[in-house]
């Protein structure tokens, strides 16, 4: 039985049914994961975060988190959002998903994950938290442009939602896309 204080999230095996499961453990035994990732933008372009997924190495990503066992992914996107970046009320959409291999670094385990996107929108690049350096605003088209440069820059989540194609949907607030 699991430990019923350890947080479990949902992992799909390799039958495609979903199981409750400690992150360690689905890490452990292969399983792909559901992530929630968000594309915030506001009119500075769209918000990237460092990369904290396996094989992400730092690289920059979008925001991302996984939900908890029976959490939906807006509510996850939201706690994602609250508690990173004190943000709360945002209206988000669903805005597609990808799936994504990230390879292991050196003692770890290759992570496999399903991504259901949301796209949130501010008015203003302020954050009231998050603000830790290990942030960054980049424009849709600059962003395509340093992704198709240097791929490795960029952890497997956010080059997975990019090659997906939502990339085109990802224009600041009365801004072009990418």
Known sequence: MLNPTMVEIAAVDDSGQ???????RARREGLQLIVVAV???SPAGILLTRAA???GGGAWSLPAVLPRWGEHGATAAARLMRGSFGLGGLALR???G?????DP????TAERGLVQLFRAELASPDLPAGGDGGLRWLAPAALAAELAA???RFGPLLRAVAAAGTLDAWAAPGGEGA
């Open 105 to 108: 670094v050196p003692g770890a």
């Open 39 to 41: 594309a915030l933008s």
């Open 98 to 102: 990808a799936r994504y291999r990230a």
């Open 53 to 55: 997924e396996a094989g």
């Open 94 to 96: 669903r805005a597609g």
């Open 18 to 24: 979903l199981q409750p499961l400690p992150p360690e």
């Open 150 to 152: 240097d791929p490795r």
